[in-house]
């Protein structure tokens, strides 16, 4: 897709960080609430997010040969989001792995895009960092997968705090390249 078609839809990535930084507000401001209650904004945000990737994908695929990589990361985001709301009485050990495989092959898929992605040239380093980061939250709960839950939140919000500040970034980044 080339960089001036890929502008005009800069308020994807807006959108996209701003659903993001609104989960990890409910994260932080969520530790009273019951873990039910989390897994909700969880699910909606996995849906959210991978709605949008999709779309964002479909944009692309007239005009950029890789679009299917951003495809694949909206159909796991969405996969992973139905599967929260599909079966919520899973444990919450389950749900920390769900999470952290869904954060690696997610970041995975960001860095590839970001190093082979010539639509997101005006800021490749916001994917890059993205998909960075999102492969070291997914290794961390890996390694510990019995953090407490609050921690496991905390990180999660975190993580989504940064990412949909690399988006916004993003998306401004494109706009003003417009």
């Keep these: 897709m080339n960089e001036k078609k890929l502008a005009k839809h800069w308020w994807a990535f807006l959108i996209r960080g701003t659903v993001a930084i609104l989960f990890a507000l409910l994260a932080f401001l969520a530790t009273g609430f019951t873990l039910s209650l989390l897994l909700i904004f969880l699910g909606i945000y996995l849906l ?39 079966w919520p009485s899973l444990t919450l050990v389950i749900l920390i792995y769900i999470v952290a495989f869904w954060a690696i092959i997610t970041g995975i898929f960001e860095f590839l895009a970001s190093i082979t992605a010539t639509w997101a ?25 019995l953090f407490t839950v609050t921690a496991t939140i905390w990180l999660v919000g975190i993580y989504a705090l940064i990412i949909g500040l690399s988006l916004i ?9 417009n």
Excluded: C, Q, R
């Design 48 to 86: 959210l997010d991978g709605l949008f990737t999709v779309i964002a994908s479909l944009m692309a695929a007239s005009d950029h040969k890789n679009w299917w990589i951003l495809l694949l990361e909206g159909i796991i985001s969405l996969a992973a989001g139905i599967f929260v709301f599909a």
């Design 121 to 145: 040239a005006p800021g490749k380093i916001f994917i890059g960092v993205t998909g960075v980061l999102s492969i070291i939250l997914g290794i961390i709960i890996l390694v510990y997968p």
């Design 169 to 177: 970034f993003f998306g401004f980044k494109l706009k003003s390249s």
